[in-house]
């Protein structure tokens, strides 16, 4: 239960005495005034209040008052915001720049429609539709800075053109908040913002929460600072999602994205098997997407699964310092002329858990050239990454190794104490450029390479596992695809083909505990081995049996026992 104390208010001057023809609370008004403003027509139905805006640019800024001292949090007030021209009507006449709900009623759900031209008004009106710059702003009680706004039913705020929805101290319910323009970018800012609810929508694959943010395609600026959503967030910036009909309405046209949740909690029950409580969905023209943490008191955590699609165009997603205890899904659309997708997972961020089960990354690419950068981060579970055909990707997987007295940060991808983990990349016929520095992949590791001129860099890695790089279905035993099976993935390294291009690995200080196999396929291609290999138990490299395959061992410390080396033509010992 949340209680709540009186405000002391401090003296006022007295207002002029009104004229008997003016109703309460009116102002005096100018009729030039009155032909200039901005309407906002007020309607009370039972315990909802609806504003309804006119085709002009609507300001407005809503606090929860104390004037009901026994029961504060339902009764409201809506104002004008400072020098703008925005005046209410209800009922018929006009109230002036202020409104407040009577105290004789109790307030529990606030409807703000600047922008539906369809939606029926709670009195059966038709909405008018809106295009003006509206500004809805929600902040903490009687306009306080220290404390918050109460509404114990739902926040529901429509919008239409370049508007703004600024919600500051606030506990709700549930919140709806709809940019309906495809062509104007609407903004969403969410600061101290507690959402209560945990109800889900489902219509297919997609889920809506209790806190729901979209946009009609125009394009969207989302940032949610210091705030709590227990039930989930759900992001559409794909189209509109009819809440009566339970259906999600597409827009094929698309613009720039961009969402930012910084030092927030999304979902509140821990479960063995995570669900889904964050979703995002961007559409075409570009998108950027931050999941971050920035300082050390108020850990972000996202308890359950993320998933992230993202349109065509130039996609980024930055995950800093972010704690997601299940698993999270990347789909990225083709990318422009010059960029593919660029994801960064660093700074101490944790994907998946050690404990529960699920937890995966999974990543899907199209075409376009892609990198993803893991640093100084944590996937107990595992990654997949398919990065399609026919583009060039750049994957680095790095941890800082503590020299010079420095404290070691090993990034580490794998090692789930309930189920086994994969990391897995699967490449196409693009030239791929992989790097794994001070880094511990513990797992089955399995580097597809296509028909490009392929990279694989290991530098002081460590494999708690199985290493298997390319087209190995011919020299693999029959332990590694049960651990395939087991795991429920396909060989996608093979891919049906033989691996072509010139393709190289360099391994250096690499230690493998289960076993290493490399099949490098057609074309020349070359292996080089440094210091301190250890291949595990039984290894088998091959080079592929071509003109050009080189295998040096010149610079190699270490001596090495069970391995078997084909296929290679040049030997540099």
Same mark, same amino acid.
């Given at each position: 239960?949340k209680l709540?104390?009186?405000?002391?208010?401090?003296p006022?001057?007295?207002?002029?005495?009104?004229s008997?023809?003016?109703?309460?609370r009116?102002?005096?008004l100018?009729?030039r005034?009155?032909?200039a403003?901005?309407?906002?027509?007020?309607?009370?139905?039972?315990?909802?209040?609806?504003?309804?805006?006119?085709s002009?640019?609507?300001?407005i800024?809503?606090w929860? @008052?104390s004037?009901?001292?026994?029961?504060?949090?339902?009764?409201?007030t809506?104002?004008?915001?400072e020098?703008?021209?925005?005046?209410?009507?209800?009922?018929?006449?006009?109230?002036?720049?202020?409104?407040?709900?009577p105290?004789?009623?109790?307030?529990?759900?606030?409807?703000?429609?600047?922008?539906?031209?369809?939606?029926? !008004?709670l009195m059966?009106?038709?909405?008018?539709p809106? #295009?003006g710059?509206?500004?809805?702003?929600?902040?903490?009680?009687d306009?306080?800075?220290?404390?918050?706004?109460?509404?114990?039913?739902?926040?529901?705020?429509?919008?239409?053109?370049?508007?703004?929805?600024s919600?500051t101290?606030?506990?709700?319910?549930?919140?709806?908040?709809?940019?309906?323009d495809?062509d104007?970018? #609407?903004?969403t800012?969410l600061d101290?913002v507690?959402?209560?609810d945990d109800t889900?929508?489902?219509?297919?694959?997609?889920s809506?929460? !209790?806190?729901?943010i979209?946009?009609?395609?125009?394009g =969207? @600026?989302?940032?949610?600072?210091d705030?709590?959503?227990k039930?989930?967030?759900?992001?559409?910036?794909?189209?509109?999602?009819?809440?009566?009909? *339970?259906?999600?309405t597409p827009?094929?046209?698309?613009?720039? @994205?961009?969402?930012?949740?910084s030092n927030?909690?999304?979902?509140e029950?821990?479960?063995?098997?995570?669900?889904?409580?964050?979703?995002?969905?961007?559409?075409?023209?570009?998108?950027?997407?931050t999941?971050?943490r920035?300082?050390?008191?108020?850990? !972000?955590?996202?308890?359950?699964?993320?998933?992230?699609?993202?349109g065509?165009?130039?996609?980024?997603?930055n995950?800093?310092a972010i704690?997601?205890?299940?698993g999270s899904?990347?789909?990225n659309?083709?990318?422009?002329?010059?960029? #593919?997708?660029?994801?960064?997972?660093?700074n101490? =961020?944790?994907?998946?858990?050690?404990?529960?089960?699920?937890g995966r990354?999974?990543?899907?690419?199209?075409?376009?050239d892609?990198?993803?950068?893991?640093?100084?981060?944590?996937?107990?579970?595992?990654?997949?990454?398919n990065?399609? *055909?026919?583009?060039?990707?750049n994957t680095?997987?790095?941890?800082?190794?503590?020299?010079g007295?420095?404290?070691?940060?090993r990034?580490?991808?794998? #090692?789930?104490?309930l189920?086994g983990s994969?990391?897995?990349?699967?490449?196409?016929a693009g030239?791929?450029?992989?790097s794994?520095?001070n880094?511990?992949l513990?797992?089955?590791?399995?580097i597809?390479?296509?028909?490009?001129?392929?990279?694989v860099?290991?530098?002081?890695?460590?494999v708690?596992?199985?290493?298997n790089?390319?087209?190995?279905?011919?020299?693999r035993?029959?332990?590694?695809?049960a651990?395939?099976?087991?795991?429920?993935l396909?060989?996608?390294?093979?891919?049906?083909?033989?691996?072509?291009? @010139?393709d190289?690995?360099?391994?250096e200080?690499v230690?493998v505990?289960?076993?290493?196999?490399?099949g490098?396929?057609?074309?020349q291609?070359?292996?080089?081995l440094?210091?301190?290999i250890?291949?595990g138990?039984?290894a088998?490299i091959?080079?592929g049996?071509?003109a050009?395959?080189?295998?040096?061992?010149?610079?190699?410390?270490?001596? *090495?026992?069970n391995?078997?080396?084909?296929?290679?033509?040049?030997?540099i010992n």
């Amino acid at each position: 239960m949340k209680l709540f104390k009186r405000q002391r208010r401090e003296p006022t001057p007295k207002r002029l005495k009104a004229s008997r023809r003016r109703r309460m609370r009116v102002e005096s008004l100018e009729n030039r005034r009155v032909l200039a403003a901005n309407f906002v027509t007020v309607e009370i139905v039972g315990d909802t209040i609806e504003l309804t805006g006119d085709s002009n640019a609507n300001e407005i800024e809503i606090w929860q @008052d104390s004037r009901r001292a026994f029961s504060p949090s339902e009764s409201f007030t809506i104002k004008a915001k400072e020098g703008s021209e925005t005046l209410f009507s209800f009922s018929g006449g006009i109230v002036g720049d202020t409104y407040q709900t009577p105290i004789s009623g109790a307030i529990h759900n606030i409807r703000v429609n600047f922008g539906d031209s369809v939606t029926l !008004s709670l009195m059966g009106n038709p909405a008018i539709p809106q #295009g003006g710059a509206d500004i809805v702003e929600f902040v903490g009680l009687d306009q306080s800075e220290t404390e918050e706004s109460f509404l114990d039913g739902q926040l529901q705020i429509l919008t239409n053109g370049e508007a703004v929805v600024s919600l500051t101290d606030l506990e709700v319910d549930s919140l709806i908040v709809s940019h309906q323009d495809d062509d104007d970018i #609407g903004t969403t800012a969410l600061d101290n913002v507690v959402v209560q609810d945990d109800t889900v929508t489902v219509d297919g694959m997609r889920s809506f929460f !209790s806190a729901h943010i979209e946009s009609g395609g125009g394009g =969207s @600026d989302i940032t949610i600072v210091d705030s709590n959503l227990k039930g989930g967030l759900s992001i559409s910036n794909d189209g509109l999602f009819d809440f009566g009909a *339970m259906v999600h309405t597409p827009n094929p046209t698309g613009a720039a @994205d961009i969402i930012k949740i910084s030092n927030t909690d999304i979902g509140e029950h821990l479960v063995t098997t995570p669900q889904s409580v964050l979703e995002i969905y961007n559409g075409a023209g570009g998108s950027r997407t931050t999941l971050e943490r920035d300082n050390a008191t108020d850990p !972000s955590r996202i308890r359950g699964n993320v998933a992230i699609n993202n349109g065509d165009g130039f996609d980024e997603v930055n995950f800093s310092a972010i704690n997601i205890y299940g698993g999270s899904s990347i789909e990225n659309g083709a990318g422009d002329f010059l960029h #593919g997708s660029s994801i960064m997972i660093h700074n101490d =961020s944790i994907i998946g858990s050690d404990i529960l089960g699920g937890g995966r990354l999974d990543v899907t690419n199209a075409a376009g050239d892609d990198r993803l950068t893991i640093e100084e981060s944590r996937l107990p579970s595992g990654i997949v990454v398919n990065n399609g *055909m026919d583009h060039d990707t750049n994957t680095i997987v790095i941890g800082k190794a503590g020299v010079g007295g420095e404290t070691a940060a090993r990034t580490v991808i794998g #090692g789930n104490t309930l189920t086994g983990s994969a990391i897995q990349f699967s490449n196409g016929a693009g030239n791929e450029r992989m790097s794994f520095i001070n880094a511990d992949l513990k797992g089955l590791v399995d580097i597809g390479l296509g028909d490009g001129d392929d990279i694989v860099n290991m530098t002081d890695v460590l494999v708690d596992g199985v290493l298997n790089i390319g087209n190995t279905v011919g020299i693999r035993p029959a332990m590694v695809d049960a651990l395939f099976g087991g795991l429920g993935l396909a060989s996608l390294a093979d891919d049906a083909n033989a691996g072509g291009g @010139d393709d190289r690995v360099t391994l250096e200080d690499v230690m493998v505990t289960a076993g290493t196999f490399i099949g490098l396929g057609d074309d020349q291609d070359r292996v080089d081995l440094i210091d301190d290999i250890d291949f595990g138990p039984r290894a088998s490299i091959d080079g592929g049996n071509d003109a050009g395959d080189t295998l040096d061992r010149s610079q190699l410390s270490s001596v *090495m026992t069970n391995v078997d080396f084909n296929g290679f033509l040049n030997h540099i010992n």
